[in-house]
């Protein structure tokens, strides 16, 4: 009964299932990352992502009045707003934290200095006393107060174009970038045509080479770290970005060389023969046949190296800086985290526009991944 056409084994039901287990666990914390980037701090606190579009009924925190005092009727009156421009409908107040839904919206009470307090469901409030309240120190409010979704591009405006306030990712993304891009792109190159000559040219030690490519695989970068500064700066390079892009196409080159060599050594010989027999020139071969047939292995590396500069924060430090011209995205995150543990909008703003662009890169490329990371793997 088990080979009965149209029905599926148990390892295949079971595979499916992981794989949709696997993307479920992937999707709903990026789903909720990219929801909460889009409300606000009291929203993110107050409620779980997943009820971002229903109208919330929550405890405030606590709110100190603030305010003008005027004279109006013969006393002396502070008045405002809870909210400043939010739509929030208050339901129950308190003054102190043991009791914080003391009072219903519309009533008043009278504060331990002498002044009269009363809060409006629409978070107006009116302090008044008969004497001037320019030396008291103003009390704060608890409130519980539904309020209905909201969203906005505020976070994205703070993160993105606001560094003055300590919390722009603008320059860091920019930084990334620039450090990304070159780092991606020079190992490619330089790599690309390493793996041609192990794969196709004979010349003596190549395989003593393609040996050495594969021990260096396993070679951690911490241990090249500081040698590798040291060199840097014998010979005058130093920090910054031509550093870094050397040092990273440094450690990216042995996974290039044995994606691509593989990769290469795999393509039909008839083709690289007949291009021989009719006088084509090795720099030849490579350029018009060999890099287009190769193009799955290419974008497979640069998915894994572009991904791995652009999440990449030890390198940076290292070989970079850490000034505010020079620090990347993961190193401005963990400023964020460091210093503003409390702004989950800014946090998951930032941490957003971080993903983005790897996301966009691996989506776009992810149909090559797969071929590429193949390559000779079969026979």
């Known amino acids: 009964m088990d080979n009965i056409a149209g029905s599926k084994p148990a390892l295949v039901w079971a595979v499916h299932i992981s794989a949709a287990l696997l993307v479920a666990l992937w999707l709903f914390p990026t789903l909720g990352l990219l929801v909460s980037s889009f409300r606000?701090?009291?929203?993110?606190?107050?409620?779980?992502?997943?009820?971002?579009?229903?109208?919330?009924?929550?405890?405030?925190?606590?709110?100190?009045?603030?305010?003008?005092?005027?004279?109006?009727?013969?006393?002396?009156?502070?008045?405002g707003n809870l909210f400043d421009g939010r739509t929030s409908t208050i339901s129950r107040w308190g003054i102190n934290s043991r009791d914080p839904n003391a009072f219903a919206a519309g009533e008043s009470t009278t504060l331990p200095d002498g002044p009269t307090l009363t809060l409006q469901e629409d978070g107006a409030f009116a302090l008044s006393s008969t004497s001037t309240m320019a030396e008291m120190r103003m009390p704060r409010v608890f409130a519980t107060a539904t309020t209905p979704p909201e969203f906005t591009l505020q976070n994205y405006n703070n993160v993105l174009f606001q560094p003055k306030a300590g919390q722009g990712v603008g320059q860091a993304f920019l930084n990334t970038l620039t450090v990304s891009i070159p780092a991606t792109i020079i190992p490619i190159l330089i790599a690309a045509f390493a793996?041609?000559?192990?794969?196709?040219?004979?010349?003596?030690?190549?395989?003593?080479?393609?040996?050495?490519?594969?021990?260096?695989?396993?070679?951690?970068?911490?241990?090249?770290?500081?040698?590798?500064?040291?060199?840097?700066?014998?010979?005058?390079?130093?920090?910054?970005?031509?550093?870094?892009?050397?040092?990273?196409?440094?450690?990216?080159?042995?996974?290039?060389?044995?994606?691509?060599?593989?990769?290469?050594?795999?393509?039909?010989?008839?083709?690289?023969?007949?291009?021989?027999?009719?006088?084509?020139?090795?720099?030849q071969i490579f350029t018009r046949i060999i890099l287009p047939l190769s193009f799955p292995a290419l974008a497979s590396f640069a998915i894994f190296q572009f991904l791995w500069t652009w999440n990449d924060l030890l390198v940076a430090l290292v070989f970079l800086g850490s000034g505010d011209d020079q620090m990347v995205l993961t190193g401005t995150l963990l400023n964020l985290m460091g210093s503003r543990g409390g702004d989950w909008e800014i946090l998951s703003a930032s941490a957003f526009v971080s993903i983005a662009v790897p996301l966009a890169v691996f989506f776009l490329m992810q149909k090559y991944l797969v071929r590429g990371l193949l390559a000779g793997s079969v026979k």
Request: hydrophobic share 50%; charged share 15%.
């Open 40 to 79: 606000t701090g009291d929203q993110i606190s107050g409620s779980g992502w997943w009820q971002a579009l229903s109208t919330q009924e929550a405890q405030l925190p606590a709110i100190r009045l603030k305010g003008e005092e005027v004279q109006k009727d013969g006393a002396f009156v502070i008045e």
């Open 195 to 283: 793996a041609y000559a192990l794969a196709w040219m004979e010349f003596p030690g190549r395989a003593l080479l393609v040996a050495a490519v594969v021990g260096l695989l396993v070679v951690p970068l911490q241990l090249a770290l500081i040698p590798l500064l040291q060199f840097h700066n014998s010979i005058g390079i130093g920090k910054g970005y031509l550093g870094v892009w050397l040092a990273h196409t440094g450690f990216g080159l042995p996974l290039a060389i044995y994606l691509l060599r593989n990769y290469m050594a795999g393509l039909p010989r008839d083709i690289i023969e007949n291009a021989k027999v009719d006088g084509a020139t090795d720099f």
